[in-house]
């Protein structure tokens, strides 16, 4: 066709009958219930490998492709359907006199049905296998059939997917062995972002065997979970999709009871579940709108649990609560007291669900197993035009990496409550301030503009927190103060100290080191510097 000269396509028909139908799929899910429904409709089946087998063990006739084609499979069964007899019969348009003598000149039939699945390579690689191993299920002919299918979809039905057999054949009992184009147009969108998410994954895996980080070209590949009811506010539309990482968190979570998740809860308890993944000992994480605003660890988990609510008894209210532990029926118990939004453990008890089943609207998720805090992965955030694609915030730090700058040095357990401090505000939004005291936040500062003030809401909250508690001073005297990043002046320190600090940790590596230094030892303050800075923005 020369460049001037129009394409102009024939007239698509709603409904389209299946006469023959081309069978090669890894996935045999419902495979021969398939075949069977087809037969009924006097469909003839043309098959290969594993798929003919099944079909001809349950009773059902099936054409081999070679006998088809005329050509038998070479090099391994690499070459079967990349033939013309295979394409030409898909991808001829019925209603174009041209595609017809083409196809009568060739003795090219018709294949009206294209059920394909592709070789698991994804799969192949979740298992480790050797990179020849890889290499070999990365299948050529299904996509390109796949590919074909969804092209012609005017008159050809392809299915990608076990869970679309139902939707087929319900349209062949409605319509007398015929699809309709809606469905066909359906199936063939669903068939090409299977195709890209296989390629996706390919290229992705191909990278990462070359050592690249940051490929050149980015491929991203998604399944969607669920739509959501809405996005951040109600007037914006939102859905979950998972990566297939299996990352343990919400997409991997099995939701025992609750409301549908909304957008916002996904996100809080997203960040609920990584921070309390952090800790060795049994840690109880409150979190609401995306900040912990309460953390404590206690080999006894009731104790936990009071230890972290009492840092905020206010912001609670309506929070996400995550639990590093089984989850016990003394701690249930205490949740079913508060308006929470949702509860996140790797397990629980029986007697601890049989108690939150008596809150009918919080969302229990179980997820099975905690994050592994120390993975790097990667994290993606769109920006107008692009993505911002970083590694995973896994920064850990001993007590052999802490630096002591001033005169007095921490004690045992001022050093034990820095480092949990300091892994807390790894999951605070920056500038974030923690104190912290007997492995707890006794108050949080996040999301400020500037450092002093992080300092005095973080202040403000242990205060207020201890007058509820009716402690005669603040729980904040006593405590120890973990900055996400260096204190660029002397003043949030000043007010750390105003507030009963008696120890900071902090990144260090700013200009007024110094200073800041020097205010610190002339309050009497041990203070360490970390080398590593926690933004989280």
Not at 357 to 368: E, M, Y
Not at 419 to 447: E, M, P, Q, R, W
Request: proline share 4%; charged share 20%; aromatic share 6%.
């Amino acid at each position: 066709m020369s460049a001037s000269t129009q394409y102009v396509p024939s007239p698509t028909p709603d409904l389209a009958r299946i006469q023959r139908a081309l069978i090669s799929v890894s996935d045999k899910e419902g495979l021969v219930e398939l075949g069977k429904a087809l037969a009924a409709h006097g469909v003839e089946i043309l098959s290969t490998g594993g798929s003919a087998k099944s079909l001809r063990d349950a009773g059902l006739k099936v054409v081999e492709v070679s006998d088809h084609t005329g050509f038998p499979e070479i090099m391994d069964g690499r070459v079967k359907t990349l033939q013309p007899s295979i394409h030409g019969g898909i991808l001829a348009r019925r209603t174009d006199a041209g595609h017809q003598k083409a196809m009568s000149d060739h003795r090219i039939a018709g294949i009206d049905l294209v059920v394909v699945n592709l070789y698991p390579f994804e799969a192949t690689v979740a298992r480790g296998a050797d990179f020849p191993t890889c290499v070999e299920n990365i299948d050529i002919g299904g996509p390109a059939l796949i590919r074909a299918s969804a092209k012609n979809h005017d008159f050809v039905t392809v299915v990608v997917d076990p869970k679309d057999y139902a939707s087929v054949l319900q349209e062949l009992d409605a319509h007398k062995g015929a699809t309709t184009l809606a469905l066909r147009r359906k199936l063939a969108a669903k068939a090409y972002a299977r195709t890209a998410s296989y390629d996706s994954a390919i290229a992705n895996w191909f990278a990462a065997q070359q050592g690249e980080t940051f490929p050149e070209r980015l491929t991203l590949s998604a399944e969607r979970v669920q739509t959501l009811r809405y996005g951040e506010n109600p007037h914006q539309k939102a859905a979950f999709y998972s990566d297939g990482s299996k990352r343990p968190g919400v997409a991997t979570a099995r939701m025992i009871q609750g409301k549908e998740l909304s957008y916002n809860n996904i996100g809080d308890t997203e960040a609920a579940y990584e921070c309390v993944a952090e800790f060795a000992e049994s840690a109880i994480v409150v979190v609401k709108h995306a900040n912990p605003c309460g953390v404590a660890v206690d080999a006894d988990q009731f104790k936990a649990y009071q230890k972290a609510y009492a840092c905020d008894p206010v912001s609670i209210f309506g929070g996400i609560v995550a639990v590093n532990r089984t989850l016990e029926a003394k701690v249930a118990a205490e949740l079913v007291k508060l308006f929470l939004e949702v509860v996140i453990a790797p397990d629980a008890t029986p007697e601890a669900l049989a108690i939150l089943a008596t809150k009918k609207n919080v969302r229990v998720l179980l997820a099975g197993a905690l994050p592994d805090p120390s993975t790097a992965g990667m994290t993606l955030k769109s920006v107008a035009g692009g993505y911002l694609f970083q590694t995973r915030d896994n920064g850990h730090l001993t007590k052999a990496d802490l630096r002591v700058v001033t005169r007095r040095s921490p004690t045992p357990k001022e050093l034990d409550d820095l480092l949990f401090a300091f892994t807390v505000c790894k999951h605070v939004k920056s500038n974030a301030i923690v104190y912290a005291k007997d492995g707890a936040t006794v108050g949080v500062g996040a999301g400020q503009m500037n450092r002093r003030d992080s300092s005095r809401i973080a202040a403000i909250r242990a205060a207020e927190s201890g007058e509820a508690a009716g402690l005669a001073v603040s729980p904040a005297v006593g405590s120890v103060v973990a900055s996400d990043a260096f204190f660029p002046f002397a003043d949030g320190l000043l007010a750390a100290a105003e507030a009963g600090a008696t120890a900071i940790i902090q990144p260090g590596g700013s200009m007024r080191d110094k200073e800041v230094i020097d205010a610190a030892d002339e309050k009497g303050l041990a203070m360490v510097f970390t080398g590593m800075r926690h933004f989280r923005h």
